[in-house]
C-alpha cells in the first residue's frame, strides 16, 4: 500500500476520529486550520510518516499539556498550535495522527506547559519552542557556520526511511583485527588541497574512500555526527571566525549533522552518511561513530532552552538538591544516564542508528558518566552499561568507552561489562609518548604497554582485546607536532594559550617547530617511525590520527576544537610531500595484517616460545629494568596452516648505538630483517625479509628493528 507521499508502508491502514481547529500565524495573518486527528501509535517516538498521516509521539512526566507546533518550512512563527487532546496521553505518553499532512510543507516543535519551579528542576514555560528528543532532522542547520539556533529556528522535519540498502553487506571485521583511524568528516576534505569536488561533507570522504583502502585502515571512527551547534560561543580571533569545530554539543541524538552534506536533503537527511557508510563498508571499511551521551548543548542555568531542559529537565539531567546542573562533563550539564527513561532515549537511539544507518560501532565521549547514578555517585554494576553490552541489536557493534570524565572519575582498566567494551588507553599513550623521545628508564611500563596492558586489563586482555592503543588522537598535538614541539601553542584559540593541557609528553628534537635543520627533520621522521612500528606491533587495537600518515601539523595547537581552518584541516598536499612517511605507515600496517601472532594468540609455536614474551638486551634475561637500554617483545603461534608466525620486536630508544641478541631458533630457522627505522639508505621496510647473519644486532641510535623467522 502506498501512501501519498509515494512510500510504501505496511502498517495497517486507518481513519481519523475527532477534528481539532488550530490557531497560528501565516504570511502575519491569524489563521484556523482544520485537522482531521485521531490518538497515535504510543510506541513510535518522533514523528513517523504512515498511511495518509503523520504520527507524533513524545513524553514527559512533568508536564500538564503538550502543544504540537506546525511550521511552515523556515517559519519562526506556528501556523498551528494543536494542544493534544488529554485523552490521547497514556500515562506521560502523548500520541496523535494529524491526517493529510504533506511532509515537504511543514516542520514542527512542540510547546508544553507545566510548573516553573527551578528549585526542584521544574522548568516548564510554553513560550519555549522545543525540539522532538526523538527528531530525526534539525532544520536551519545545512548550512555550516550560520546562525539559526539563537534565533530561534531549532525546529524539526519529518524524514522519509525509504533508503534502498540493496544486498550490501557490513565488515564484521574480527575485533582482533582492526586498525582504527580517527577522523574529523568536514576536516578531512574541507581544504583546497584535497581536490574533493564535495569538500568538507560526507560525500567528499567517499570521494576519499580509494584512499583509506590504500592506506589499510579497517574502520573509520568519526568524530561527532549528530546534529551540533558549530555556533556555540563562535567568536572572532585575528580575523578568524572560531566555531565549536569538533561538535562535542550536541543537539539532537538521532540527526545527522546536515552541515556535513553537500546538498540539503529535505525529508531525506541522512542519505549522503548512509551512502558513505553503504560504500565505506563495500571497500571493508567499518564506520565507527563518537557520541555523546554525558552532556548536550542546552548548558547549565544560563543555557538555552533547546529540547530536554523543557521536556523534563529533572530526569534528563543530574541535578543538585537546590536544582542546580552537577557539571561532571566540563561542559555545564550532566546527562542522566541511569535514569530508565533516559536509559531508554540511549538504547533506541544506539539501535536506530545501528539500524538504519548500518554503523558498525560507537565510540563513547567521557564513557565514565554511563556509569553515574542521579546523585552522581559511581554504581557498582551500571545498568546502561550492563544493558548496552548484552542489547541484541547491538551485539555486533564495537563498543569502545573513553573511560574517565571531568568529575574525577576514572576507570581504565575496571569499565569493561561482559567483555564487550574496548578502552581507550590513555597510560599507554603517556608511557609510549615518553619511552619514544628517549625515556629509556621507562622500559617496564612500555613494554607492559606493548603487551597489551595486562597490569592493567589482566590477561582477558589477551583474547578481548580491551585496549585501543593509540599516541595521538584529535585532543591533542598529532604524531609530527610530538616531536617537534615541548610546549602547546594555542594562541589561535584565543584564550592567551591557557587553554589545553600542559602536560604533552612531547619533545622538540631540539628546534621548537618548523625548521630547515636537516638534521632535526631527520631525527623527528624517526622518531615517528619509531611511534608507527611501536603502535602497530602493540598488543590491543591501534588508532591512527587523522593525517599522522602524512606528518599533518596543527603548529603545536593542541586543543584545535575551535579551528574550522588550515590549523584542523587535512593538507593533502602532504601526501605527496611526504609520500616516504605514508608508504612506510602503509608497509607496517601491512606488516601487523601479515602476522597475526601479534593481534591474538595462536596455536601454540613448536618452539615452546610462548605467545608473547619480552626481552632485555639477552634474551635469557626476560625481566626488564629501568636500566636497560635496549629490549625486545617477542610474538609466537603457529597460524591455521601451521606456518610459524614469530615477530621479534627490538627497540632502542636510547641516543647512543646499542647491541641486543635475539633469541634462539631451532633448527631449521633463522632471523631476517623486516624493519628498520634507521636504515642508513633510508629503506626502512624490507618486502622480503633480509637473513641476518649473527644472532647479535647492533641498533642505530634512537631506532626500531623488527624480525621474522623464517625457514632456514
Known amino acids: 500500500?502506498?501512501?501519498?507521499?509515494?512510500?510504501?508502508?505496511?502498517?495497517?491502514?486507518?481513519?481519523?476520529?475527532?477534528?481539532?481547529?488550530?490557531?497560528?500565524?501565516?504570511?502575519?495573518?491569524?489563521?484556523?486550520?482544520?485537522?482531521?486527528?485521531?490518538?497515535?501509535?504510543?510506541?513510535?517516538?518522533?514523528?513517523?510518516?504512515?498511511?495518509?498521516?503523520?504520527?507524533?509521539?513524545?513524553?514527559?512526566?512533568?508536564?500538564?499539556?503538550?502543544?504540537?507546533?506546525?511550521?511552515?518550512?523556515?517559519?519562526?512563527?506556528?501556523?498551528?498550535?494543536?494542544?493534544?487532546?488529554?485523552?490521547?496521553?497514556?500515562?506521560?505518553?502523548?500520541?496523535?495522527?494529524?491526517?493529510?499532512?504533506?511532509?515537504?510543507?511543514?516542520?514542527?516543535a512542540y510547546s508544553l506547559t507545566g510548573p516553573w519551579?527551578?528549585?526542584?528542576?521544574?522548568?516548564?514555560?510554553?513560550?519555549?519552542?522545543?525540539?522532538?528528543?526523538?527528531?530525526?532532522?534539525?532544520?536551519g542547520q545545512s548550512k555550516w557556520g550560520q546562525d539559526n539556533i539563537s534565533k530561534g529556528n531549532t525546529k524539526a522535519r519529518v524524514v522519509r526511511n525509504d533508503y534502498d540498502w540493496g544486498s550490501s553487506l557490513q565488515p564484521h571485521t574480527p575485533i582482533e583485527d582492526v586498525i582504527i583511524y580517527e577522523m574529523h568528516v568536514r576536516g578531512f576534505t574541507k581544504s583546497e588541497t584535497s581536490g574533493a569536488v564535495k569538500k568538507g561533507t560526507f560525500g567528499g570522504v567517499i570521494e576519499k574512500a580509494y584512499y583509506?583502502?590504500?592506506?589499510?585502515?579497517?574502520?573509520?571512527?568519526?568524530?561527532?555526527?549528530?546534529?551540533?551547534?558549530?555556533n556555540m560561543e563562535n567568536r572572532v580571533v585575528d580575523g578568524k571566525k572560531l566555531l565549536d569545530y569538533w561538535g562535542y554539543n550536541t543537539i539532537s541524538f538521532f540527526a545527522p549533522n546536515t552541515g556535513y552534506t553537500y546538498q540539503v536533503e529535505y525529508n531525506?537527511?541522512?542519505?549522503?552518511?548512509?551512502?558513505?557508510?553503504?560504500?565505506?563498508?563495500?571497500?571493508?571499511?567499518?564506520?565507527?561513530?563518537?557520541?555523546?551521551?554525558?552532556?548536550?548543548?542546552?548548558?547549565?542555568?544560563?543555557?538555552?532552552?533547546?529540547?530536554?531542559?523543557?521536556?523534563?529537565?529533572?530526569?534528563?539531567?543530574?541535578?543538585?538538591?537546590?536544582?542546580?546542573?552537577?557539571?561532571?562533563?566540563?561542559?555545564?550539564?550532566?546527562?542522566?544516564?541511569?535514569?530508565?527513561?533516559?536509559?531508554?532515549?540511549?538504547?533506541?537511539?544506539?539501535?536506530?542508528?545501528?539500524?538504519?544507518?548500518?554503523?558498525?560501532?560507537?565510540?563513547?565521549?567521557?564513557?565514565?558518566?554511563?556509569?553515574?547514578?542521579?546523585?552522581?555517585?559511581p554504581m557498582t554494576h551500571p545498568p546502561l552499561i550492563e544493558r548496552l553490552a548484552n542489547d541484541p541489536i547491538l551485539k555486533e557493534c564495537k563498543l569502545i568507552a573513553e573511560a574517565w570524565d571531568a568529575g574525577g572519575m576514572y576507570q581504565v582498566g575496571s569499565f569493561n561489562a561482559s567483555n564487550r567494551w574496548s578502552e581507550w588507553n590513555d597510560k599507554y599513550r603517556d608511557c609510549i609518548r615518553d619511552y619514544m623521545k628517549g625515556d629509556f628508564w621507562r622500559a617496564p611500563e612500555a613494554l607492559q604497554r606493548i603487551t597489551g596492558s595486562r597490569d592493567?586489563?589482566?590477561?582477558?586482555?589477551?583474547?578481548?582485546?580491551?585496549?585501543?592503543?593509540?599516541?595521538?588522537?584529535?585532543?591533542?598535538?598529532?604524531?609530527?607536532?610530538?616531536?617537534?614541539?615541548?610546549?602547546?601553542?594555542?594562541?589561535?584559540?584565543?584564550?592567551?594559550?591557557?587553554?589545553?593541557?600542559?602536560?604533552?609528553?612531547s619533545w622538540n628534537c631540539g628546534v621548537e617547530g618548523e625548521t630547515d635543520d636537516k638534521k632535526v627533520i631527520d631525527l623527528r621522521m624517526r622518531l615517528i617511525r619509531n611511534s608507527v612500528v611501536t603502535l602497530m606491533l602493540s598488543r590491543g587495537i591501534p588508532m591512527i590520527l587523522m593525517g599522522d600518515e602524512i606528518g599533518r601539523t596543527k603548529k603545536g595547537n593542541n586543543n584545535t576544537f575551535c579551528q574550522d581552518n588550515e590549523i584542523s584541516w587535512m593538507n593533502w598536499n602532504l601526501v605527496e610531500e611526504?609520500?616516504?612517511?605514508?608508504?612506510?605507515?602503509?608497509?607496517?600496517?601491512?606488516?601487523?595484517?601479515?602476522?597475526?601472532?601479534?593481534?591474538?594468540?595462536?596455536?601454540?609455536?613448536?618452539?615452546?616460545?610462548?605467545?608473547?614474551?619480552?626481552?632485555?638486551?639477552?634474551?635469557?634475561?626476560?625481566?626488564?629494568?629501568?636500566?636497560?637500554?635496549?629490549?625486545?617483545?617477542?610474538?609466537?603461534?603457529?597460524?591455521?596452516?601451521?606456518?610459524?608466525?614469530?615477530?621479534?620486536?627490538?627497540?632502542n630508544v636510547h641516543w647512543e648505538y646499542n647491541k641486543i641478541k635475539l633469541p634462539p631458533l631451532p633448527g631449521g630457522y633463522r632471523w631476517a630483517l623486516a624493519i628498520n627505522t634507521a636504515d642508513s639508505d633510508d629503506y626502512w621496510f624490507y618486502d622480503m625479509p633480509v637473513p641476518i647473519g649473527s644472532d647479535e644486532y647492533e641498533m642505530n641510535y634512537r631506532s626500531i628493528a623488527v624480525f621474522v623467522a623464517i625457514c632456514s
Not at 519551579?117 to 532544520?139: I, S
Not at 589499510?216 to 555526527?225: H, I, K, Q, R, S
Request: glycine content about 8%; aromatic content about 12%; hydrophobic content about 35%.
Open 456 to 505: 592493567i586489563f589482566g590477561n582477558k586482555n589477551a583474547e578481548a582485546l580491551s585496549t585501543v592503543n593509540f599516541i595521538t588522537c584529535h585532543d591533542g598535538f598529532t604524531l609530527m607536532d610530538l616531536f617537534s614541539y615541548n610546549t602547546k601553542h594555542n594562541e589561535a584559540n584565543g584564550y592567551d594559550n591557557r587553554d589545553g593541557i600542559d602536560d604533552n609528553h
Open 117 to 139: 519551579e527551578p528549585q526542584k528542576g521544574l522548568l516548564f514555560d510554553e513560550k519555549n519552542y522545543l525540539l522532538d528528543p526523538y527528531a530525526r532532522a534539525v532544520t
Open 578 to 651: 611526504n609520500e616516504e612517511l605514508f608508504n612506510f605507515w602503509r608497509n607496517v600496517i601491512s606488516f601487523r595484517k601479515k602476522h597475526p601472532s601479534i593481534s591474538r594468540n595462536l596455536e601454540p609455536s613448536a618452539t615452546n616460545y610462548p605467545y608473547i614474551s619480552t626481552h632485555a638486551a639477552d634474551p635469557a634475561r626476560t625481566e626488564v629494568t629501568s636500566d636497560d637500554r635496549v629490549c625486545g617483545v617477542m610474538y609466537a603461534g603457529r597460524k591455521k596452516d601451521g606456518e610459524e608466525d614469530i615477530v621479534f620486536l627490538a627497540i
Open 212 to 230: 583509506l583502502r590504500a592506506l589499510g585502515v579497517t574502520a573509520v571512527e568519526l568524530l561527532p555526527v549528530f546534529e551540533f551547534d558549530e
Open 268 to 377: 531525506r537527511e541522512g542519505t549522503e552518511l548512509k551512502d558513505m557508510i553503504r560504500i565505506l563498508n563495500q571497500s571493508g571499511i567499518e564506520v565507527y561513530l563518537d557520541v555523546v551521551f554525558n552532556h548536550t548543548a542546552e548548558g547549565n542555568e544560563k543555557g538555552p532552552f533547546l529540547s530536554f531542559k523543557g521536556f523534563d529537565n529533572n530526569i534528563y539531567y543530574m541535578l543538585t538538591p537546590d536544582g542546580k546542573y552537577y557539571n561532571f562533563s566540563g561542559c555545564g550539564n550532566t546527562i542522566n544516564c541511569n535514569h530508565p527513561v533516559v536509559q531508554q532515549l540511549i538504547v533506541d537511539c544506539l539501535r536506530y542508528w545501528a539500524i538504519n544507518y548500518r554503523v558498525n560501532g560507537f565510540r563513547f565521549d567521557l564513557a565514565s558518566i554511563l556509569g553515574r547514578s542521579e546523585d552522581g555517585s
Open 1 to 108: 500500500m502506498n501512501n501519498k507521499n509515494g512510500e510504501e508502508n505496511n502498517l495497517q491502514y486507518i481513519f481519523p476520529t475527532d477534528v481539532i481547529f488550530a490557531s497560528g500565524v501565516r504570511d502575519g495573518h491569524e489563521i484556523t486550520t482544520r485537522f482531521d486527528v485521531r490518538h497515535g501509535i504510543y510506541d513510535l517516538n518522533g514523528a513517523t510518516l504512515l498511511n495518509d498521516g503523520v504520527n507524533f509521539t513524545c513524553y514527559s512526566s512533568g508536564a500538564t499539556s503538550v502543544s504540537l507546533l506546525l511550521f511552515d518550512r523556515g517559519s519562526t512563527e506556528p501556523y498551528a498550535k494543536i494542544r493534544i487532546p488529554e485523552k490521547y496521553r497514556i500515562g506521560d505518553v502523548y500520541s496523535i495522527i494529524i491526517f493529510g499532512l504533506n511532509i515537504e510543507e511543514f516542520e514542527y
